[in-house]
């Protein structure tokens, strides 16, 4: 068996800049991906202004792989919006481009990536953690870093957080000319009965389509992305008039059930030394917030400081340190989103006063 100062299961920005990292400091470093190919991910691909920071420090060049910049936000519900400029140049990217151009960049700093090797398994050793590989041997490591997005290992399953019933849709769609021409620039939040959505621009003059509902919502719409889709359009002229004309780009929508939102990991006495959790699998903030790929980032470099000079526990203290404040604050935003009066309310109010959307994605950034 081959030992790796570190192995990195998740091959997504998180995994990919850890072991980047890793390697630039002179670790051998395994990085685990379970799909042969470049993939998109259910994610509404808008990049805040600290994403952009550490994407940069990692050399790529956002502009060259096609981003697509967003400078405004609009807030919409049935027929009424609200609009605003964002506080940040923000920039929109597919995960299918952005994941791959940073593994490569990776792979470039000496990291070595199995493609097509899922990780089944993680038992702690005294000498350091055993991964079994499906499909390849198994690899020893003094170091795990757990970047597995918002899917669990078995045996690593996270705890629930506090919203626990949402499904993730998503779905690129090449709209039509007018309608790319009204969305540049900005991203769109749609609030519906049971959920939301955002509509923003990415590279290749697509746009994507990306919303959350809750599980016994899309029951009554028959379980059928086509009848969900349809319900919402009729509840929202705005949005229908946006997607009118518009042409799917994939035969069907990926989809994640169960997502945690509210989740922010605790160590505790079981707590496995050497194992660091990064990104969804740390804390798991609401989607309409778009600091996703940020805080995967901020943990990937979190993690790797802690790794050289502290351990993983205080890692895990320091992340959540971090974190829990802004996901308490976006999760009670998002139970409010979930109710139509409660919707109605901070609809009016930005509509009254449209730099409210400007504060609160100013406060709600991390720490």
């Known amino acids: 068996m081959k030992r790796w100062d570190a192995v990195v299961v998740g091959g997504g920005l998180a995994g990919s800049a850890a072991a980047l990292r890793l390697a630039k400091h002179g670790r051998n470093v395994l990085l685990l991906e379970k799909e042969a190919t470049a993939h998109d991910k259910v994610c509404g691909e808008f990049i805040s202004s600290e994403a952009q920071h550490y994407l940069r420090e990692f050399g790529l060049d956002l502009t060259k792989l096609g981003s697509v910049p967003i400078a405004n936000i609009r807030l919409i519900r049935g027929q009424k919006f609200a609009s605003a400029k964002l506080p940040f140049d923000a920039l929109s990217l597919s995960r299918n481009v952005l994941d791959e151009a940073m593994l490569l960049r990776a792979q470039g700093y000496g ?38 997005g918002k899917h669990d290992l078995r045996g690593w399953r996270r705890k629930g957080g506090m919203q626990n019933d949402f499904i993730g849709f998503k779905m690129h769609v090449q709209l039509a000319s007018a309608q790319k021409t009204a969305l540049h620039g900005y991203v769109e939040l749609t609030l519906f009965k049971g959920g939301y959505a955002g509509l923003e621009p990415v590279e290749g003059g697509k746009a994507n389509l990306c919303l959350v509902v809750t599980k016994h919502h899309f029951a009554m719409f028959g379980k059928s992305w086509n009848g969900l889709l349809d319900a919402i359009l009729k509840a929202t002229p705005l949005l229908a008039e946006r997607l009118a004309g518009s042409e799917p780009c994939w035969p069907r929508p990926l989809s994640i059930f169960g997502i945690p939102y509210g989740f922010v990991y605790r160590t505790s006495s079981e707590a496995v030394a050497g194992l660091y959790r990064l990104g969804d699998q740390m804390a798991v903030i609401p989607s309409f917030c778009g600091y996703g790929m940020s805080i995967a980032l901020h943990t990937a470099s979190l993690a790797v400081e802690c790794y050289l000079h502290s351990d993983a526990n205080t890692y895990h203290r320091n992340a959540r340190s971090d974190l829990q404040p802004l996901i308490r604050r976006t999760s009670f935003l998002s139970k409010m989103a979930n109710y139509p009066l409660a919707q109605q309310g901070m609809l009016l109010a930005c509509q009254i006063r449209p730099e409210l959307m400007t504060i609160i994605a100013t406060h709600n950034r991390i720490r």
């Open 111 to 148: 990291v070595h990536i199995w493609r097509g090797a899922e990780a089944t398994a993680i038992v702690k050793e005294p000498q350091g953690s055993r991964v079994t590989v499906a499909g390849h041997d198994v690899v020893l490591a003094d170091a795990v870093f757990l970047a597995t």
